[in-house]
């Protein structure tokens, strides 16, 4: 059985010494004690007083080591003198009731002395047994009582009511610590607040910026102008500031620059729109000759590296250009897409062009077939002298159009044959990477009849030549893949894969498997989500270039805050 004694200085041996009345012992061991107890207090009731001494003492040692005094105040508490007289000791050791330590709970109605009266009481006279106005004593006297350490071994309560008493108690000294430790850590450069690999801005902001496009120590920046089908007021702000959808820098980032490009068209306001710009084709090694594709005035072409612009033809039909390949040792050959669907071909630098599926009538091959129907195009590019296809959303494609597929031509796009796919799959970011004995493909797959599971979208690698073998998997996600980059020679290279949603990732090409693929700095602000991501580097060892919501950055060493913001 406990027994009292003087408490240490400042300090006490019981939370709450209850004073009640022998005719309320009943409802006080069967509803208050449990209450209490079970709550982590401790609680000194007249029957662990220790035996043989005064009982004036008793009460006055009970007052004094407890914290707080609980009156249940009926009319025989009242009637009963000792029980009164320990309500006079709390109240001589807190006569202001600054300190609380008197709280009266009326248990049964009576009538109050004054001093009782003033003191704010817990009424539960009207229902003695509702659990909700003993919830209300508890939580009164935990607002007042300082919690015991919860490393401590304890009982009762559980060790997470401990913890978060004890947290909610301290909340402030906490916050302060945090504050301070954050502070601090910041000051000094420590864990988590590292100086690490960050995505940092190096370019202003780019209206409409779409396409990134490395040529030499060049960057290229496409953009798809605010003005196409806009009003004129957006038309007329877009040429004062004398851009009009391609930017050009050096490799350091400044200046960038905005030549005037030849993207205007007639429409229905009495300004000239401005058409908006989709991308580039070039050749990988030698890029003398760049074309820009646009989606009202067809392709551009530039022969000094993108100072000056010029349109290549007139043909309708190629108005609305998408995607492009050039043949990577005849640049006057070069392959679209347009939007409408439809593969076309022109081997004098786009003055002329020619269509390569929907033939009317089929051509002789020795390997494949012409394409009779339709081609819906998700990606494409020429892998050495191979002209790679594959088609794209499978919603969209009917039976008027090529089934979907990766299509090989090796001849320059009139014979066809399908190498793989499957009618559920959307192919996209075509890229080739040629090594002195074989040619390798890399791609992205978003697989229909898998959608939004782990594995719907993914990276592969497919070698076509010398021999095909089967695609690999070198990456998976189920965000959509807005961006595929290889950057590298004839003996190694690095891919890089961006998503809508920021997330980035690289990896070897040859690699192993998809566990080798390394994940980059997320880029926060995609999670707006961000339309397009494009890529840049000239070295696999290098730092890459990263185009996104609008703006270059590079990744380097930084500020711990901009992995968060860059």
Same mark, same amino acid.
């Given at each position: 059985?406990?027994?009292?004694?003087?408490?240490?200085?400042?300090?006490?041996?019981?939370?709450?010494? !209850?004073?009640?009345? =022998?005719?309320?012992?009943?409802?006080?061991?069967?509803?208050?004690?449990?209450?209490?107890?079970?709550?982590?207090?401790?609680?000194?009731?007249?029957?662990?007083?220790?035996?043989?001494?005064?009982?004036?003492?008793?009460? =006055?040692?009970?007052?004094?080591? *407890?914290?707080?005094?609980?009156?249940?105040?009926?009319?025989?508490?009242?009637?009963?003198?000792?029980?009164?007289?320990?309500?006079?000791?709390?109240?001589?050791?807190?006569?202001?009731?600054? +300190?609380?330590?008197?709280?009266?709970?009326?248990?049964?109605?009576?009538?109050?002395?004054?001093?009782?009266? +003033?003191?704010?009481?817990?009424?539960?006279?009207?229902?003695?047994?509702?659990?909700?106005?003993?919830?209300?004593?508890?939580?009164?006297?935990?607002?007042?009582?300082?919690?015991?350490?919860?490393?401590?071994?304890?009982?009762?309560?559980?060790?997470?009511?401990?913890?978060?008493?004890?947290?909610?108690?301290?909340?402030?000294?906490?916050?302060?610590?945090?504050?301070?430790?954050?502070?601090?850590?910041?000051?000094?450069?420590?864990?988590?607040?590292?100086?690490?690999?960050?995505?940092?801005?190096?370019?202003?902001?780019?209206?409409?910026?779409?396409?990134?496009?490395?040529?030499?120590? #060049?960057?290229?920046?496409?953009?798809?102008?605010?003005?196409?089908?806009?009003? #004129?007021?957006? $038309?007329?702000?877009?040429?004062?500031?004398?851009?009009?959808?391609?930017?050009?820098?050096?490799?350091?980032?400044?200046?960038?620059?905005?030549?005037?490009?030849?993207?205007?068209?007639?429409?229905?306001?009495?300004?000239?729109?401005?058409?908006?710009?989709?991308?580039? @084709?070039?050749?990988?090694?030698?890029?003398?000759? !760049?074309?820009?594709?646009?989606?009202?005035?067809?392709?551009?072409?530039?022969?000094?590296?993108?100072?000056?612009?010029?349109?290549?033809?007139?043909?309708?039909?190629? @108005?609305?250009?998408?995607?492009?390949?050039?043949?990577?040792?005849?640049?006057? &050959?070069?392959?679209?897409?347009?939007?409408? *669907?439809?593969?076309?071909?022109?081997?004098?630098?786009?003055?002329?062009?020619?269509?390569?599926?929907?033939?009317?009538?089929?051509?002789?091959? &020795?390997?494949?077939?012409?394409?009779?129907?339709?081609?819906?195009?998700?990606?494409?590019?020429?892998?050495?002298?191979?002209?790679?296809?594959?088609?794209?959303?499978?919603?969209?494609?009917?039976?008027?159009?090529?089934?979907?597929?990766?299509?090989?031509?090796?001849?320059?796009?009139?014979?066809?044959?399908?190498?793989?796919?499957?009618?559920?799959?959307?192919?996209?970011?075509?890229? @080739?990477?040629?090594?002195? &004995?074989?040619?390798?493909?890399?791609?992205?797959?978003?697989?229909?009849?898998?959608?939004?599971?782990?594995? *719907?979208?993914?990276?592969?690698?497919?070698?076509?030549?010398?021999?095909?073998?089967?695609?690999?998997?070198?990456?998976?996600? &189920?965000?959509?893949?807005?961006?595929?980059?290889?950057?590298?020679?004839?003996?190694?290279?690095?891919?890089?894969?961006?998503?809508?949603?920021?997330?980035?990732?690289?990896?070897?090409?040859? @690699?192993?498997?998809?566990?080798?693929?390394?994940?980059?700095?997320?880029?926060?602000?995609?999670?707006?989500? $961000? *339309?397009?991501?494009?890529?840049?580097?000239?070295?696999?060892?290098?730092?890459?270039?990263?185009?996104?919501?609008?703006?270059?950055?590079?990744?380097?060493?930084?500020?711990?805050?901009?992995?968060?913001?860059?």
């Amino acid at each position: 059985m406990p027994q009292p004694h003087a408490p240490p200085a400042g300090d006490f041996l019981y939370d709450v010494f !209850i004073s009640y009345a =022998e005719a309320d012992r009943a409802w006080v061991e069967r509803q208050l004690v449990p209450a209490l107890q079970t709550a982590g207090l401790k609680v000194l009731v007249e029957d662990d007083l220790p035996p043989g001494a005064l009982h004036l003492k008793n009460l =006055e040692d009970a007052v004094t080591q *407890s914290r707080h005094i609980l009156a249940v105040l009926t009319p025989a508490w009242l009637a009963d003198a000792w029980r009164e007289s320990t309500g006079d000791l709390a109240r001589a050791l807190d006569p202001a009731a600054r +300190r609380r330590k008197l709280i009266p709970l009326l248990l049964q109605s009576c009538a109050l002395p004054p001093d009782l009266a +003033r003191l704010q009481r817990v009424d539960l006279s009207r229902a003695p047994d509702d659990p909700r106005g003993m919830r209300r004593v508890v939580r009164g006297l935990l607002a007042r009582i300082p919690p015991p350490s919860p490393w401590q071994p304890t009982s009762k309560p559980s060790r997470n009511q401990a913890w978060r008493r004890w947290l909610w108690w301290h909340r402030w000294r906490c916050c302060g610590g945090l504050v301070s430790w954050i502070a601090i850590s910041i000051t000094l450069g420590i864990f988590p607040f590292l100086y690490q690999d960050a995505w940092a801005a190096y370019s202003p902001p780019l209206a409409g910026a779409w396409r990134l496009a490395l040529v030499g120590d #060049q960057l290229l920046v496409a953009g798809r102008n605010a003005t196409n089908g806009g009003a #004129q007021a957006n $038309c007329d702000a877009l040429k004062v500031r004398g851009e009009y959808g391609i930017w050009i820098s050096q490799n350091d980032g400044q200046p960038w620059t905005a030549p005037y490009v030849p993207v205007e068209f007639p429409s229905a306001t009495d300004c000239k729109e401005l058409a908006g710009i989709w991308g580039f @084709a070039m050749r990988p090694d030698m890029p003398t000759v !760049i074309y820009a594709l646009t989606d009202r005035v067809g392709v551009l072409r530039t022969l000094d590296r993108g100072a000056s612009w010029q349109r290549t033809g007139n043909d309708p039909a190629v @108005a609305d250009v998408r995607l492009g390949a050039v043949h990577p040792y005849q640049e006057q &050959t070069v392959v679209v897409a347009t939007r409408q *669907s439809g593969l076309y071909r022109s081997k004098d630098g786009g003055a002329t062009w020619q269509r390569l599926d929907r033939q009317p009538q089929p051509l002789p091959c &020795t390997t494949g077939q012409v394409l009779t129907q339709t081609l819906t195009v998700g990606g494409m590019t020429f892998a050495e002298n191979l002209l790679v296809v594959g088609t794209g959303d499978p919603n969209q494609i009917s039976l008027d159009h090529v089934p979907a597929g990766l299509y090989l031509s090796r001849d320059e796009g009139n014979c066809w044959e399908q190498i793989e796919g499957s009618s559920q799959e959307q192919y996209s970011d075509l890229i @080739a990477w040629a090594t002195p &004995t074989r040619t390798v493909l890399l791609f992205a797959i978003k697989d229909w009849s898998k959608h939004k599971q782990a594995n *719907s979208i993914g990276v592969y690698q497919l070698d076509i030549a010398p021999q095909r073998t089967q695609r690999r998997l070198l990456w998976s996600s &189920t965000a959509f893949v807005s961006g595929l980059y290889v950057s590298g020679d004839a003996h190694r290279a690095r891919w890089y894969v961006g998503t809508k949603l920021g997330q980035l990732a690289t990896g070897w090409v040859d @690699a192993p498997g998809a566990n080798d693929a390394q994940a980059l700095p997320w880029f926060v602000p995609c999670l707006a989500p $961000c *339309s397009t991501i494009g890529w840049a580097s000239a070295d696999p060892d290098d730092a890459p270039f990263l185009l996104a919501a609008e703006r270059v950055y590079r990744l380097q060493p930084g500020s711990w805050w901009r992995k968060i913001w860059p």
